[in-house]
């Protein structure tokens, strides 16, 4: 008996330790059989798939069938992909726009194919990469955009891809419009785009002049001090004569202080290359006026022999110096700061182009890689910039010519305009600051990619102004 046992339980270990042993030798063999039968399976289904296609072109004209089989086989299949109906639509088009169609992914290919014939035509026109850049668009969109003449196909194609879906919102007739307002041009740096050229040595010049100007409002300010002194002295000691004497020389003093202020703005204002010449003009008009009222001041100054007199002429004087703090010289100088602002979001949208030509050649290349969302995140913070910069040049260039009336009643108004261009311009500095947080970003990968490109090389690319 306790020997069939022992027997019984050698059995039941011998039979259970036989499975894990035969799973063990087989497991090899087992995937090596699962690997042939689902290569074997996905030959079947490409030869199934390749009929269908090959059933489907059948349908085509001779003519027609040859321009798509003469696609390379990667086309063919996305093309042959679409319905009868919109194969037979992209088959009618020119072997350019059917290579061009073809090298959209199938989403896209999808999409645009739904428009009618005579839209697909035109947006087939534009270059691949313009045309992939549409394609991205909402199908209403693209049809809106597709009702376009070739010339506005190619403006509203170059412009960046925010300003691109901003406008595409647009009904037909604004769109037109707006389009109408707009050039291409090509440039290859920043310089390119400057509303004025100054040359080098010219801004030499002008950069030498203001420290020149820098210099003297600073030993001015000095001297002022000592004359503000000298004035207190006398009042407390009861001298008049020295009294009249320090009046004179302080108000010529702070004269003085207040046209080396403007003659400050006046050279940053000839400097910036992004403040028109005829802008320009009307600015440097405007504070030659000043300095010229100043003067006035300074002769009459010089000419006053009482102590009324010269209590006159400094009433008037604290009522011009704040109408230059307040007015004048802060709405030139902000005007300054906004065409700064202006340089550095047109700096920006150039390096958006630039980086959209390596992106190009990396897909050429066969490098993967996705910073789609990076892309479309800068282009959008470029375009608020540009946007916030542009409301403050409005809102300066009402200010200014308000001031122009010498309208008591403006003032006030002319001040809340300052203000609101002050903030717009620190939104906008603001968006391109976040615009550059993304670009570090975008860099960063073309790096991990290992793609070697220089974004600050010159480039000729296409802009819109």
Do not use: C
């Amino acid at each position: 008996m306790k020997k069939t046992i022992a027997l019984s339980l050698i059995a039941i270990f011998i039979i259970s330790s036989m499975p894990l042993s035969f799973a063990e030798e087989g497991s090899n063999s087992g995937q090596g059989s699962v690997g042939v039968l689902v290569r074997e399976e996905a030959k079947i289904r490409a030869r199934e798939i390749n009929e269908e296609h090959k059933q489907k072109l059948r349908i085509l004209k001779e003519d027609q069938r040859a321009k798509i089989e003469a696609l390379n086989a990667e086309k063919i299949g996305r093309i042959s992909n679409l319905s009868s109906e919109r194969l037979q639509k992209i088959a009618e088009l020119d072997k350019g726009q059917i290579d061009r169609l073809s090298a959209l992914n199938m989403k896209n290919l999808d999409k645009i194919t739904e428009l009618k014939k005579e839209r697909l035509e035109r947006l087939a026109k534009l270059n691949e990469k313009k045309l992939k850049r549409l394609a991205e668009l909402e199908k209403d969109k693209l049809e809106r955009i597709a009702d376009l003449n070739e010339t506005e196909l190619e403006k509203f194609s170059t412009l960046n891809r925010a300003r691109m879906k901003e406008l595409a919102k647009l009904e037909h007739t604004r769109l037109k419009a707006e389009l109408k307002t707009l050039k291409i041009i090509k440039v290859r740096n920043i310089k390119d785009l400057n509303d004025k050229n100054i040359t080098d040595a010219e801004l030499a010049l002008l950069r030498q002049r203001f420290e020149n100007v820098s210099t003297n409002f600073t030993d001015t300010k000095a001297e002022l001090n000592d004359a503000r002194k000298a004035l207190k002295e006398a009042i407390n000691e009861r001298k008049e004569e020295l009294t009249l004497l320090n009046s004179r020389f302080y108000l010529l003093k702070s004269i003085n202080l207040l046209i080396f202020q403007l003659e400050k703005i006046k050279i940053k204002v000839k400097e910036n290359e992004h403040i028109s010449d005829d802008e320009e003009a009307k600015i440097i008009a405007d504070i030659d006026a000043q300095i010229s009222d100043l003067n006035s001041f300074k002769a009459e100054v010089g000419a006053a022999a009482t102590k009324e007199q010269l209590k006159e002429l400094a009433r008037r004087l604290r009522e011009k110096w704040r109408e230059l703090r307040e007015i004048k010289l802060l709405l030139h100088a902000e005007r300054v700061m906004v065409a700064r602002v202006e340089g550095l979001v047109k700096r920006t949208e150039v390096l958006e182009k630039r980086l959209d030509k390596i992106l190009e050649g990396a897909n050429e290349s066969n490098l993967s890689i996705n910073v789609s969302l990076e892309m479309e995140l800068f282009s959008q913070k470029i375009a608020t910039a540009e946007d916030k910069y542009k409301q403050a040049q409005a809102k300066l260039s009402e200010a200014f010519n308000l001031s122009l009336t010498n309208e008591t009643a403006n003032i006030d108004r002319i001040k809340e305009l300052i203000r609101e261009a002050r903030e717009l311009r620190k939104e906008a500095h603001e968006a391109l600051k976040q615009a550059h947080d993304v670009l570090k970003l975008i860099v960063l990968k073309l790096r991990i990619a290992k793609l070697e490109a220089d974004i600050s090389a010159d480039v000729e690319v296409e802009v819109v102004q």
